[in-house]
T-cell receptor, first 113, second 113 residues
Framework: KAGVTQTPRYLIKTRGQQVTLSCSPISGHRSVSWYQQTPGQGLQFLFEYFSETQRNKGNFPGRFSGRQFSNSRSEMNVSTLELGDSALYLC????????????FGPGTRLTVT | DAKTTQPPSMDCAEGRAANLPCNHS???????VYWYRQIHSQGPQYIIHGLKNNETNEMASLIITEDRKSSTLILPHATLRDTAVYYCIVRATIKAAGNKLTFGGGTRVLVKP
């Protein structure tokens, strides 16, 4: 069974631009969560989607948004990019609304210049 | 979710058991203990979880104290590939909590030949 895939793997953007990252969960998984990892703040939860509905949201500004499609694939969008948005963005999928095991993708490395 | 405390780093000899401690003194009755690890530049990987009893799987063993205020992850025969950051996470696995994981600083484990 294929794992969690994230595209693109690497991305370079300029301040003020917007970016969309994609996550395809493991087949059959209905929950997708997004995390931001930076050297200074570590791994921080962004939001979680389950059955196309956002269930939880972390403490991030409204520039960060996401959505989930009917096939469980998810996208996250960051508008008006800032230098501090440079990070590794990880998504995790799990089978159900509350699962013990979550499976992480390899991440998208975003660099904002 | 209850807060966890882990040593920032530890070394381990290859082939020996690695014992990783975690304190979670404010854990609630419905909160599980989870362990994930992150090998450099990869997404976190689920290792094991437990509620009250000790647990073992093909990767590791989890020992939870009787009062549940601390736990130890045991890697029975550490290999160089076990070099990673190990995260201890406490989370209530209930519908309202969803699948959000709150990561702390983790323990950076270096397995030496």
């Amino acid at each position: 069974k294929a794992g969690v895939t994230q595209t693109p793997r690497y991305l370079i953007k300029t301040r003020g631009q917007q970016v969309t990252l994609s996550c395809s969960p493991i087949s059959g998984h209905r929950s997708v969560s997004w995390y931001q990892q930076t050297p200074g703040q570590g791994l921080q939860f962004l939001f979680e989607y389950f059955s196309e509905t956002q269930r939880n949201k972390g403490n991030f500004p409204g520039r960060f948004s996401g959505r989930q499609f009917s096939n469980s694939r998810s996208e996250m969008n960051v508008s008006t990019l800032e230098l501090g948005d440079s990070a590794l963005y990880l998504c995790a999928s799990s089978l159900a609304g509350t699962s013990h095991e979550q499976y992480f993708g390899p991440g998208t490395r975003l660099t904002v210049t | 979710d209850a807060k966890t405390t882990q040593p920032p780093s530890m070394d381990c000899a290859e082939g020996r058991a690695a014992n990783l401690p975690c304190n979670h003194s404010t854990i609630s009755g419905n909160e599980y203990v989870y362990w994930y690890r992150q090998i450099h530049s990869q997404g976190p990987q689920y290792i094991i979880h437990g509620l009250k009893n000790n647990e073992t799987n093909e990767m590791a063993s989890l020992i939870i104290t009787e009062d549940r205020k601390s736990s130890t992850l045991i890697l029975p025969h550490a290999t160089l590939r076990d070099t990673a950051v190990y995260y201890c996470i406490v989370r209530a696995t209930i519908k309202a909590a969803g699948n959000k994981l709150t990561f702390g600083g983790g323990t950076r484990v270096l397995v030496k030949p």
